[in-house]
Protein backbone atom coordinates (compact mmCIF):
# COMPACT_ATOMS: atom_id res chain seq x y z
CA UNK A 1 0.00 0.00 0.00
CA UNK A 2 2.87 2.16 0.99
CA UNK A 3 4.18 2.00 -2.47
CA UNK A 4 1.04 2.17 -4.47
CA UNK A 5 0.53 5.39 -2.29
CA UNK A 6 4.18 6.80 -3.55
CA UNK A 7 3.39 5.67 -7.02
CA UNK A 8 0.05 7.43 -7.02
CA UNK A 9 1.99 10.56 -5.66
CA UNK A 10 4.76 10.55 -8.08
CA UNK A 11 2.26 10.24 -11.26
CA UNK A 12 0.68 13.31 -9.71
CA UNK A 13 3.34 15.16 -9.45
CA UNK A 14 4.98 14.06 -13.20
CA UNK A 15 1.17 15.20 -14.45
CA UNK A 16 1.87 18.46 -12.54
CA UNK A 17 5.00 18.76 -14.10
CA UNK A 18 3.85 17.90 -17.32
CA UNK A 19 1.16 20.64 -17.62
CA UNK A 20 3.41 22.95 -15.74
CA UNK A 21 6.16 22.68 -18.89
CA UNK A 22 3.04 22.81 -21.33
CA UNK A 23 2.33 26.09 -19.86
CA UNK A 24 5.49 27.38 -19.72
CA UNK A 25 5.84 25.73 -23.14
CA UNK A 26 2.68 27.96 -24.69
CA UNK A 27 3.99 31.22 -22.89
CA UNK A 28 7.60 30.98 -24.83
CA UNK A 29 5.70 29.99 -27.59
CA UNK A 30 5.04 33.28 -27.92
CA UNK A 31 6.26 35.31 -31.21
CA UNK A 32 8.38 38.31 -30.27
CA UNK A 33 7.77 41.45 -32.20
CA UNK A 34 8.24 45.01 -32.08
CA UNK A 35 5.43 47.64 -32.76
CA UNK A 36 6.56 51.29 -33.59
CA UNK A 37 4.68 54.24 -32.77
CA UNK A 38 5.49 57.34 -34.75
CA UNK A 39 4.66 59.14 -31.88
CA UNK A 40 4.48 58.72 -27.69
CA UNK A 41 2.43 55.94 -27.03
CA UNK A 42 0.10 57.52 -24.79
CA UNK A 43 -1.79 59.49 -27.03
CA UNK A 44 -5.68 59.19 -27.18
CA UNK A 45 -4.70 58.68 -31.32
CA UNK A 46 -3.28 55.25 -29.97
CA UNK A 47 -6.25 53.78 -27.56
CA UNK A 48 -7.16 50.72 -29.85
CA UNK A 49 -3.72 49.58 -29.48
CA UNK A 50 -4.08 49.56 -25.72
CA UNK A 51 -7.25 48.39 -25.31
CA UNK A 52 -6.09 45.72 -27.43
CA UNK A 53 -3.12 45.44 -25.11
CA UNK A 54 -5.13 45.47 -22.08
CA UNK A 55 -7.38 42.92 -22.82
CA UNK A 56 -4.91 40.14 -24.06
CA UNK A 57 -5.71 40.18 -27.39
CA UNK A 58 -2.63 40.97 -28.46
CA UNK A 59 -1.26 37.67 -26.06
CA UNK A 60 -4.57 35.77 -27.98
CA UNK A 61 -3.10 36.05 -31.35
CA UNK A 62 0.25 34.40 -29.51
CA UNK A 63 2.00 37.62 -29.82
CA UNK A 64 4.53 39.16 -27.99
CA UNK A 65 4.67 42.48 -28.78
CA UNK A 66 7.10 45.31 -27.07
CA UNK A 67 5.94 48.74 -28.05
CA UNK A 68 8.72 51.41 -28.63
CA UNK A 69 8.72 54.87 -29.87
CA UNK A 70 9.98 56.37 -33.28
CA UNK A 71 10.28 60.12 -34.08
CA UNK A 72 7.46 60.87 -36.56
CA UNK A 73 6.12 58.34 -39.52
CA UNK A 74 9.11 58.70 -41.94
CA UNK A 75 11.22 57.81 -39.24
CA UNK A 76 9.02 54.44 -38.36
CA UNK A 77 8.72 53.68 -42.32
CA UNK A 78 12.23 53.55 -42.62
CA UNK A 79 13.07 51.77 -39.07
CA UNK A 80 10.43 49.13 -40.45
CA UNK A 81 11.77 48.98 -44.10
CA UNK A 82 15.14 47.86 -42.51
CA UNK A 83 13.52 45.22 -40.33
CA UNK A 84 14.34 47.09 -36.93
CA UNK A 85 10.42 46.51 -35.92
CA UNK A 86 8.08 44.11 -37.48
CA UNK A 87 5.12 46.46 -38.16
CA UNK A 88 4.63 50.31 -37.01
CA UNK A 89 2.41 53.24 -37.25
CA UNK A 90 1.87 56.08 -39.85
CA UNK A 91 -1.19 57.44 -41.53
CA UNK A 92 -2.64 55.95 -45.06
CA UNK A 93 -0.60 58.06 -47.09
CA UNK A 94 2.66 57.05 -45.68
CA UNK A 95 3.94 54.74 -48.03
CA UNK A 96 3.17 56.92 -51.19
CA UNK A 97 6.03 59.12 -49.90
CA UNK A 98 8.54 56.66 -48.80
CA UNK A 99 7.36 54.14 -51.67
CA UNK A 100 8.96 57.46 -53.74
CA UNK A 101 12.14 57.35 -52.20
CA UNK A 102 12.74 53.21 -52.23
CA UNK A 103 11.67 51.86 -49.02
CA UNK A 104 9.27 49.07 -49.42
CA UNK A 105 6.67 49.75 -47.36
CA UNK A 106 3.00 49.36 -47.56
CA UNK A 107 -0.42 49.72 -45.57
CA UNK A 108 -1.43 46.74 -44.02
CA UNK A 109 -4.45 47.88 -42.07
CA UNK A 110 -6.07 50.89 -42.02
CA UNK A 111 -7.93 52.26 -38.63
CA UNK A 112 -10.91 54.29 -39.77
CA UNK A 113 -12.89 55.45 -43.02
CA UNK A 114 -12.20 58.88 -42.74
CA UNK A 115 -9.36 61.45 -42.46
CA UNK A 116 -7.30 61.80 -38.94
CA UNK A 117 -7.15 65.03 -39.53
CA UNK A 118 -9.71 68.12 -39.83
CA UNK A 119 -9.10 72.20 -40.04
CA UNK A 120 -10.18 73.49 -36.40
CA UNK A 121 -11.04 76.96 -36.49
CA UNK A 122 -11.14 79.67 -33.68
CA UNK A 123 -14.88 80.93 -33.76
CA UNK A 124 -12.79 84.67 -33.34
CA UNK A 125 -10.71 84.23 -35.86
CA UNK A 126 -13.54 85.67 -38.61
CA UNK A 127 -13.54 82.36 -40.64
CA UNK A 128 -15.87 80.13 -40.84
CA UNK A 129 -14.64 77.92 -43.89
CA UNK A 130 -12.05 77.48 -46.30
CA UNK A 131 -12.43 80.31 -48.21
CA UNK A 132 -12.20 82.86 -45.12
CA UNK A 133 -8.99 81.88 -43.82
CA UNK A 134 -7.63 83.79 -46.50
CA UNK A 135 -4.63 85.45 -44.95
CA UNK A 136 -5.26 83.88 -41.64
CA UNK A 137 -2.31 82.17 -39.36
CA UNK A 138 -2.75 78.13 -39.68
CA UNK A 139 -0.48 75.30 -37.83
CA UNK A 140 0.55 72.23 -38.91
CA UNK A 141 3.07 70.08 -37.39
CA UNK A 142 5.80 70.36 -39.90
CA UNK A 143 6.25 70.60 -43.75
CA UNK A 144 7.00 66.89 -43.71
CA UNK A 145 3.85 66.04 -42.32
CA UNK A 146 0.45 64.89 -43.30
CA UNK A 147 -1.03 67.50 -41.59
CA UNK A 148 0.49 70.19 -44.15
CA UNK A 149 -0.15 67.87 -47.03
CA UNK A 150 -3.90 68.09 -45.72
CA UNK A 151 -3.78 71.31 -45.50
CA UNK A 152 -2.80 71.68 -48.86
CA UNK A 153 -5.31 69.83 -50.39
CA UNK A 154 -7.84 71.56 -48.62
CA UNK A 155 -7.19 74.51 -49.61
CA UNK A 156 -7.50 74.10 -53.50
CA UNK A 157 -10.40 73.06 -53.08
CA UNK A 158 -11.24 76.37 -52.19
CA UNK A 159 -9.40 77.94 -54.68
CA UNK A 160 -6.30 78.73 -52.59
CA UNK A 161 -2.49 78.01 -52.21
CA UNK A 162 -0.21 78.29 -49.45
CA UNK A 163 0.84 81.58 -50.92
CA UNK A 164 -3.00 82.57 -49.60
CA UNK A 165 -2.22 81.79 -45.96
CA UNK A 166 0.41 82.20 -43.56
CA UNK A 167 0.99 78.56 -42.62
CA UNK A 168 3.26 77.81 -39.50
CA UNK A 169 5.50 74.76 -38.64
CA UNK A 170 4.83 74.70 -34.78
CA UNK A 171 4.91 71.17 -33.89
CA UNK A 172 2.66 69.44 -31.58
CA UNK A 173 2.68 71.23 -28.19
CA UNK A 174 2.49 74.47 -30.28
CA UNK A 175 -1.02 73.52 -32.07
CA UNK A 176 -2.88 73.19 -28.95
CA UNK A 177 -1.10 76.26 -26.97
CA UNK A 178 -1.10 78.73 -29.37
CA UNK A 179 -4.62 77.77 -30.33
CA UNK A 180 -5.46 78.53 -26.67
CA UNK A 181 -3.48 81.61 -26.60
CA UNK A 182 -4.91 83.35 -30.09
CA UNK A 183 -1.69 83.02 -31.96
CA UNK A 184 -2.98 80.75 -34.35
CA UNK A 185 -6.39 81.36 -36.11
CA UNK A 186 -6.82 77.97 -37.15
CA UNK A 187 -5.30 73.98 -37.35
CA UNK A 188 -5.02 71.50 -39.36
CA UNK A 189 -5.05 69.11 -36.26
CA UNK A 190 -6.91 65.71 -34.83
CA UNK A 191 -9.61 65.25 -32.77
CA UNK A 192 -8.05 65.41 -29.48
CA UNK A 193 -6.02 68.58 -30.49
CA UNK A 194 -9.38 70.10 -30.72
CA UNK A 195 -10.61 68.84 -27.45
CA UNK A 196 -8.11 70.27 -25.52
CA UNK A 197 -8.46 73.21 -27.12
CA UNK A 198 -12.09 73.67 -26.62
CA UNK A 199 -11.46 72.42 -23.11
CA UNK A 200 -9.60 75.48 -22.40
CA UNK A 201 -12.45 77.62 -23.08
CA UNK A 202 -12.18 78.45 -26.50
CA UNK A 203 -15.17 78.04 -29.28
CA UNK A 204 -13.92 76.14 -32.61
CA UNK A 205 -15.54 75.76 -35.64
CA UNK A 206 -14.23 72.12 -37.06
CA UNK A 207 -14.09 70.95 -40.63
CA UNK A 208 -13.68 67.68 -41.38
CA UNK A 209 -11.05 67.79 -44.06
CA UNK A 210 -13.10 64.56 -45.36
CA UNK A 211 -15.55 66.65 -46.77
CA UNK A 212 -12.90 68.74 -48.87
CA UNK A 213 -10.25 65.33 -49.96
CA UNK A 214 -10.20 61.75 -49.53
CA UNK A 215 -7.31 62.12 -46.95
CA UNK A 216 -6.61 58.78 -44.96
CA UNK A 217 -6.79 57.80 -41.37
CA UNK A 218 -3.85 55.86 -39.09
CA UNK A 219 -2.38 52.51 -40.84
CA UNK A 220 -0.18 49.86 -39.46
CA UNK A 221 2.91 49.82 -42.04
CA UNK A 222 4.97 46.73 -42.37
CA UNK A 223 7.90 45.60 -45.18
CA UNK A 224 7.81 43.92 -47.98
CA UNK A 225 9.85 41.04 -46.52
CA UNK A 226 8.00 40.97 -43.08
CA UNK A 227 4.81 40.52 -45.39
CA UNK A 228 6.43 37.84 -47.36
CA UNK A 229 8.30 35.76 -44.47
CA UNK A 230 6.03 36.26 -41.69
CA UNK A 231 2.54 36.56 -42.78
CA UNK A 232 0.69 35.19 -39.92
CA UNK A 233 2.45 37.57 -37.39
CA UNK A 234 1.31 40.49 -39.51
CA UNK A 235 -2.78 39.25 -39.61
CA UNK A 236 -2.34 38.20 -35.76
CA UNK A 237 -1.35 41.71 -35.25
CA UNK A 238 -3.91 43.20 -37.49
CA UNK A 239 -6.94 41.30 -36.03
CA UNK A 240 -6.52 41.73 -32.42
CA UNK A 241 -5.96 45.42 -33.48
CA UNK A 242 -8.97 45.72 -35.17
CA UNK A 243 -10.92 43.98 -32.34
CA UNK A 244 -9.46 47.31 -29.93
CA UNK A 245 -10.61 49.49 -32.40
CA UNK A 246 -14.43 48.46 -32.45
CA UNK A 247 -14.18 47.96 -29.24
CA UNK A 248 -13.35 52.01 -28.89
CA UNK A 249 -16.17 52.73 -31.22
CA UNK A 250 -18.83 50.66 -29.20
CA UNK A 251 -17.48 51.30 -26.21
CA UNK A 252 -15.90 55.04 -25.80
CA UNK A 253 -16.82 55.59 -22.19
CA UNK A 254 -15.57 51.65 -21.23
CA UNK A 255 -12.13 52.37 -23.25
CA UNK A 256 -11.92 55.66 -21.78
CA UNK A 257 -11.92 54.56 -18.60
CA UNK A 258 -9.51 51.77 -18.82
CA UNK A 259 -6.95 54.03 -20.53
CA UNK A 260 -7.15 56.51 -17.55
CA UNK A 261 -6.58 53.30 -15.75
CA UNK A 262 -3.94 52.08 -17.49
CA UNK A 263 -2.19 55.11 -18.80
CA UNK A 264 -0.83 57.57 -15.75
CA UNK A 265 -0.99 60.85 -18.31
CA UNK A 266 -5.07 60.23 -18.13
CA UNK A 267 -5.32 58.87 -14.48
CA UNK A 268 -8.61 60.73 -13.48
CA UNK A 269 -9.48 62.41 -16.71
CA UNK A 270 -12.35 59.34 -18.02
CA UNK A 271 -14.91 62.58 -18.97
CA UNK A 272 -12.24 64.09 -21.16
CA UNK A 273 -11.10 60.79 -22.92
CA UNK A 274 -14.52 59.94 -23.53
CA UNK A 275 -15.01 62.85 -25.58
CA UNK A 276 -12.18 62.29 -27.62
CA UNK A 277 -13.16 58.70 -28.38
CA UNK A 278 -16.16 60.16 -29.64
CA UNK A 279 -15.00 62.26 -31.92
CA UNK A 280 -12.26 60.14 -32.73
CA UNK A 281 -15.39 57.51 -33.92
CA UNK A 282 -17.26 60.19 -35.56
CA UNK A 283 -14.70 61.43 -37.34
CA UNK A 284 -12.09 59.44 -37.82
CA UNK A 285 -13.24 55.90 -36.94
CA UNK A 286 -16.56 55.88 -39.26
CA UNK A 287 -17.11 53.01 -42.06
CA UNK A 288 -19.99 52.92 -44.16
CA UNK A 289 -20.07 49.17 -43.08
CA UNK A 290 -18.46 47.53 -40.41
CA UNK A 291 -17.32 44.48 -42.21
CA UNK A 292 -14.67 47.61 -44.53
CA UNK A 293 -13.24 48.44 -40.85
CA UNK A 294 -9.13 48.09 -41.71
CA UNK A 295 -9.51 48.01 -45.48
CA UNK A 296 -7.73 50.68 -47.69
CA UNK A 297 -10.18 51.88 -50.90
CA UNK A 298 -8.06 51.79 -54.16
CA UNK A 299 -10.09 54.80 -55.57
CA UNK A 300 -9.19 56.71 -52.10
CA UNK A 301 -5.63 55.56 -51.91
CA UNK A 302 -5.35 56.76 -55.96
CA UNK A 303 -6.89 60.09 -55.25
CA UNK A 304 -4.03 60.81 -52.99
CA UNK A 305 -1.07 60.05 -54.94
CA UNK A 306 -2.45 61.82 -57.89
CA UNK A 307 -2.91 64.64 -55.31
CA UNK A 308 0.42 64.26 -54.24
CA UNK A 309 1.94 63.94 -57.35
CA UNK A 310 0.17 67.13 -58.79
CA UNK A 311 1.39 69.03 -55.60
CA UNK A 312 4.78 68.19 -56.32
CA UNK A 313 5.23 66.40 -52.92
CA UNK A 314 6.27 63.17 -54.98
CA UNK A 315 8.20 62.92 -58.56
CA UNK A 316 6.70 59.65 -59.12
CA UNK A 317 3.85 57.75 -58.53
CA UNK A 318 4.24 53.90 -57.10
CA UNK A 319 1.98 51.35 -58.51
CA UNK A 320 -1.11 51.10 -55.93
CA UNK A 321 -0.01 47.52 -55.19
CA UNK A 322 3.20 48.56 -53.50
CA UNK A 323 1.13 51.10 -51.52
CA UNK A 324 -1.37 48.58 -49.22
CA UNK A 325 -3.16 44.96 -49.14
CA UNK A 326 -6.04 44.11 -47.30
CA UNK A 327 -5.20 40.62 -47.12
CA UNK A 328 -4.73 40.78 -43.71
CA UNK A 329 -7.94 42.60 -42.41
CA UNK A 330 -10.29 39.80 -43.88
Known amino acids: ?140 MAFQDTTYYNLLAALQSAGLSKDDVDIQAVGPAGMVQLMISGDLDAISGTPDWAASIEGAGVGLTILPINDMFPAMAQAILSSDDTIKNKPELVRGFVQATLHGLRDVMEDPEGSATLLAEKVPQFGGKEAFLTEVMKRYTELVYSVDDMKDLGKFDPARVQAVEDFYLQAGIINTAPPLDDLFTNEFVD
Open 1 to 140: MKFERIARTARRVATVAVVSAMMTGGALAAEKMVYLFPAPDFLPAFTPFQVAKAKGYYADAGLDVEFRIGKGGADVAKQVAVGNAELGGGIGDTPIIVRANGLPVKGVALLGGKALTQIVIRNDAGASDMAGLKGKKIGV
